[in-house]
């Protein structure tokens, strides 16, 4: 059950597992059983927690209340379980190789019960585990891995097989079920795959307790109720083992020993008995999606076309806002101290010219060493000096680089900020405008090229850079450094001393003070992954650090640790900006430092006695995780510690814990000042540093459930599902604050409602650079109250943080905007979505914490992705049950769906330039099916509430209902025939003959030497050929060898095993001529007999066939040692050689007495699988042949090339018989041959400059592909297609339009008319309805450019209802069809309604009825099922016109009247078939057609190259084909899923990826869906991979 559930790996493993259950004697140690397995994970969750501690997870989101209401939930949870089929995985796509790997881990690693807080050591010793909140816990020390078809079976009777009599509320826990061994799943797997049914009011388990009797009832939505007991010890319940529970609470009583194997044969859905574990994987999906959904779907309105979806409606009872509107905020006034400086180019001047020693910065090397300090002096005199080189040295004196103004890129690596506080201020200096980045790494690093579209609309043409990151720049082999993905050209200029010049003695930098000039842009990146430019003016750059100074209460010569980017946000501000201002001593410690050493911060805040220090929650993290090492730690020197995160809510439980650590190594608790800040408003808030003693700010306990509409409800019913806010200090001085609506104009909330925190200050963002429209929308906003007044007359600066402000003026941030999703109109936050999934047990199991959320619009909502990496050693059991708990705590806290939920391997996200994941290059990658994740789970069924309403089937128009003439209820009865051949003048001779075998005695006698049939070999040479009195006497030879071999009576039914050739043509003829009725089997392939030869088998014996005629070749393999493996060979008929054929001719040749008898048998498997013959008369052949040569203009000059297989349909009468009636020579060219030599069949055609063509569509695809980039040098052999008038498709389907279509482009420069490629149209009741394409009389003389007549496009959506609805190419659901070529003539077709049988408008699809004179009489069957046959060959229609007899085709049509008339001044009609109905699938009401679902689904990604889809319990199932590596595999399972929901409105079941060439096709280039079907569900297919959508 573990990676592999394929039939390869499968017998290997089951005798592996088995192995140690066989039933044991009571007296055993039961460990016995465990020593015999392969060693793996420990077992008790102790061990299993140890083991994994090392690993650290991204503590942001930590929170020891979270992760116990996370538990809570899930305990929940038991008590309405889902059961999850496990995806099943080819074993080479999972990652590790080792057996081990596939050994389920033992028992109670950690189970959902587990009591302990965080889980990082397990209390459970050896084989028990803590008895959990869902009932009673068992001993599991005898379990182990069981066989999947016991599990499955298991799980398909209803509920698990377990009572605990201690639990009242019958939920079955892990444990208990667990005892029913069922360790294949290991622990947790068992609570989710052993079947619970949702237990609600309704649905309760009843208990009868008797001593040794124990009852289950079920009554929940079936499988049906089952009752088991126990008494007997071979107890026939599927379950296998019952457990039942002593009253005491003891330990469980093991009853009976499993049952292994497919001993259970189960019943499906459908009543079809199945023994799979694939089908029983299915039943358990159906069964799981049977529970009640928790949204119910509402009414719907569906219009006459438009199926409108549903719209989430407002559900009544729904918190609402009640509070009174809020008031606007004001921070204290920024008190304008006397010698704050007048610009920071002022103050570094003032400080590098009186206190040039002082230290600046401190940068460390990685060893925590100081490698360098930077003082104020040195800061001054090289920002001077690049100031200058900027101005002067670059470009030309008359035409300089830089102007003052223009901006110019700052590269610095993150751990040299002494080179970028240069930089900086040598462009403050210089009046230029630096836009500080991050180094690019590669040329194509994540959002690389969204930051080159930053620096192209900003004009930069400059980036400055230090020395070290210059030299480690990517380069070319030239040296050069090449340009990167998306940037424009930039000159790269390196600003330490050594590479620029000394500026003049005689030069100084123009100092002026603040003003309305940009000093700098801070980039930033959206949601979507663009990167957007925040330019921040002088003014509001020095009004935010004497804000910052003022709220910190900085001073002169403070010392202040930081740990943050120095390049923009709160490490920019404090640690380069403020810090200059008020002449600070920066310690900057670099990333890379922290990497080595966690706690190197908290060290320098020791050695420095440091004031402040500015962190990230992350960083608060990683210092808890390594402070065990450290003794000496003192923080008392603190006064403030900055979190720069404050406003991701989930950071509060990080300052808990470090306050709880550090408390008694001198850190006091009102030192923790978070902050709230966004690029565009600067700092938000901050929390102020307290005096001693003082209250510590209030925190908020808020309900998610109210958050997610929108209000803040402190107390909560559901005390699981609550965020924990701090408060992140309050307004900023000389700022106001408020907050708007997240919807419509930017109106105040109530106090009580979240929205959008909005400040009005000098210090904010002033633009997006280059964007007037975002800009306005975001820093010209002037909100509103109540009464549509504005409140203030400055304008307002949206933050992009989401928050309330709480009493006290307190301002709480409850998340970021760009991380809020919206389902089904509730709010949720990705990074709460992070927090519970993190909070899952076991917490390790995500590789560092690296997890990623966002949200994807897939049918008009949006739908949440989780997509995490996962530690490398974990195995696919441990992968999937985290994956399905994070599903049910995600569902039990927020109350949302998870869509999919993707992992993928450790270290594989797109990572951003500090090591976090890029989020939108994630979304990017999952969307474009690159993500190349090892699981996925998808949940369509349980997320997509808002699917159109089925349809309810209208009655049909009834007799009643007034027929005028032609119209059915307003609307032009559906029909229309070919030409009538009564009114036909034609000479034609054969008409005089009632019979083919009389036309060929004329023509050999008349025409002698007239070649009829010339065959082809693979290198274009002729290889036999025939003329009318060599085919008249070889026929005769066979007549005598019938004779007198088979001494076969006249009626006796003869099968023909030949190639394709001129041998089969000859024995057919020979049977006519002997009275016999001969019947064309295509032989069996040498390289796949076992499974060709049983179809020849089977279509001898259905036909009655009293002898075989083949080549000797092949009678020799049909009794080869081969053949007896896959048939019986002693039955087979007696089999005629006919290579040396008798020198006599027969006496006298046979003459039928009548024209109704039997000329043939036609045997063809359809594509659904089902093999059927029917009875061609002598009178219908003859008609057939004799419509053909009218249609096609055949007469014996002619010359026609026909590469199709000759054994049933159109085919085989092109084959053998249109030649020997209309007399043209056939040019034979077997399909075979064009496997060696592809170009045979068109070189042939141009050889002998051929008008007509006929071929399938295998034949036309296997020209497209093999000879699409050969067309040039074929059109130099000379090959030319000019002369082709018509090249027909012989099919019985929709025309393949794509594939005609590019053939036809293919080949138009080697001289084919676009209108000369068409299709025919046959079927089993009438073998060709349609052939030859229309020449448009209108058309003819505007020669190709006229518009083509035979293609429409249809809604899709109201084709579903049986509507026929045209539009224009290229609308939205369109669908392009193409008509079936033009309606033989004799022949009638109306379109009439499958079910009611009565005739249809023109605008409704319907079934295409058909009167012709070449019908067929019947079907030939063994068992003459005569209801069957009358209703498809003589059905009349229930109102109108009751008198004719039609056949039904089975197929979908429709018929379009139209005022065209063709060359030969007739009225076109067009008849389109839509597909056959017996393929065509029911689902919610609604009619779809296989090939519309592949067609969307191949579209999807360029590595499915073919898709098949079919129904199997009323769940779909999608079955593609991956052209790449098995890695991609599972990157198609959201991919699939998204495009049926999108365009089909369909939910898929199961995706299942398989190799090329499993999807099986018939002769005729169809797909064989349900041999397909009959394959995937008997477990044969090998896929790479299934997906169990939930």
Known sequence: MLGDITQKGYEKKRSKLIGAYFPQAPGMDPSMGQERRAPVTPSSSSRYHRRRSSGSRDERYRSDVHTEAVQAALAKHKERKMAVPMPSKRRSLVVQSSMDAYTPP?????????????????????????????????????????????????????????????????????????????????????????????????HHLRHHHHRHHHKTENHSAPPDVTGYTNNSANSTAADGIQVERAPGGGPAVQRQAPKYGNAELMETGDGVPVSSRVSAKIQQLVNTLKRPKRPPLREFFVDDFEELLEVQQPDPNQPKAEGAPMVVMRGEQLGVVTNWPPSLEAALQRWGTISPKAPCLTTMDTNGKPLYVLTYGKLWSRSVKVAYNLLHKLGTKQEPLVRPGDRVALVFPNNDPAAFMSAFYGCLLAEVVPVPIEVPLTRKDAGSQQIGFLLGSCGVTVALTSDACHKGLPKSPTGEIPQFKGWPKVLWFVGESKHVSKPPRDWFPHIKDANQDTAYIEYKTCKDGSVLGVTVMRIAMLTHCQALTQSCSYTEAETIVNVLDFKKDVGLWHAVLTSVMNMMHVISIPYALMKVNPLSWIQKVCQYKAKVACVKSRDMHWALVAHRDQRDVNLSSLRMLVVADGSNPWSISSCDAFLNVFQTKGLKPEVICPCASSPEALTVAIRRPLEEGSTPPGRGVLSMQGLSHGVIRVDSEEKLSVLTLQDVGSVMPGAMMCVVRLEGVPQLCKTDEIGELCVCTVATGTSYYGLAGMTKNTFEVFPMSNNGAPVSEFPFTRTGLLGFIGPGGLIFAAGKMDGLMVVAGRRHNADDIVATALAVEPMKFVYRGRIAVFSI??????????????????????????????????????????????????????????????????????????????????????????????????????????????????????????????????????????????????????????????????????????????????????????????????????????????????????????????????????????????????????????CMMTTQLISKLLRSKEASAAVDVRTWPPVLDTDDLPKKKPPLLYKPSNPDTLAYLDFSVSTTGMLAGVKMSHTATSAFCRSIKLQCELYPSREVAICLDPYCGLGFVLWCLCSVYSGHQSILIPPSELEVNPALWLSAVSQYKVRDTFCSYSVMELCTKGLGLQTDSLKSRGLDLSRVRTCVVVAEERPRIALTQSFSKLFKDLGLHPRAVSTSFGCRVNLAICLQPHRLGKLADQGTSGPDPTTVFVDMRALRHDRVRLVERGSPHSLPLMESGKILPGVRIIIANPETKGPMGESHLGEIWVHSGHNASGYFTVYGDEALQSDHFNSRLSFGDTQTIWARTGYLGFLRRTELTDASGERHDALYVVGALEEAMELRGMRYHPIDIETSVIRTHKSITECAVFTWTNLLVVVVELDGSEQEALDLVPLVTNVVLEEHYLIVGVVVVVDIGVIPINSRGEKQRMHLRDGFLADQLDPIYVAYNM
Request: net charge negative.
């Open 106 to 202: 033992d028992t109670s690693s950690g189970s959902e019960g587990e009591g302990q807080g965080n889980g990082e050591e397990g209390e459970g010793g050896d084989g028990e585990e803590e008895d959990g909140g869902g009932g009673g816990g068992t001993s599991s020390s005898r379990e182990g891995s069981i066989s999947m078809e016991h599990w499955i079976n298991r799980a398909m009777h209803g509920t698990s097989s377990t009572t605990t009599t201690t639990s009242s509320t019958a939920s079955s826990s892990s444990s208990s079920t667990r005892s029913g061994g069922s360790g294949a799943a290991g622990g947790r797997l068992a609570d989710v795959l052993a079947q619970h049914v949702h237990i609600s009011a309704r």
């Open 857 to 1106: 619009t897939v049918l008009h909502d949006e739908r949440i992705v989780v997509v995490a990496e996962q530690r490398p050693d974990s195995t696919e059991e441990d992968s999937f049950q985290w994956m399905s708990r994070v599903l049910q705590a995600i569902d039990g806290i927020h109350q949302v769906g998870v869509y999919c939920l993707a992992l993928v391997p450790s270290n594989t996200l797109p990572k951003t330039p500090l090591g976090g994941i890029h989020l939108s290059e994630t979304k990017q990658l999952f969307l474009e099916g690159a993500l190349h994740p090892c699981n996925v789970l998808m949940c369509p069924h349980t997320c997509v509430i808002n699917l159109p309403k089925p349809r309810q089937k209208q009655p049909e128009i009834g007799p009643a209902s007034v027929m005028v003439g032609n119209l059915v209820s307003g609307k032009r009865i559906a029909q229309a025939s070919g030409r009538d051949l009564g009114q036909i003048e034609d000479n034609d001779q054969a008409r005089k003959f009632l019979f083919l075998s009389e036309v060929l005695q004329w023509r050999a006698q008349t025409t002698p030497d007239h070649v009829l049939y010339t065959l082809l070999n693979s290198r274009g040479t002729i290889a036999s050929s025939l003329t009318c009195v060599q085919l008249h006497k070889r026929a005769e030879k066979i007549a005598a060898m019938l004779a007198e071999r088979g001494h076969l009576q006249d009626g006796d039914h003869v099968a023909l095993v030949y190639p394709p050739g001129i041998d089969l043509v000859v024995a057919f003829y020979g049977c006519l001529y002997a009275g016999c009725v001969p019947i064309t089997v295509r032989p069996p392939h040498l390289q796949n007999i076992s499974t060709t030869l049983p179809t020849v088998k089977m279509i001898v014996e259905v036909s009655r066939s009293v």
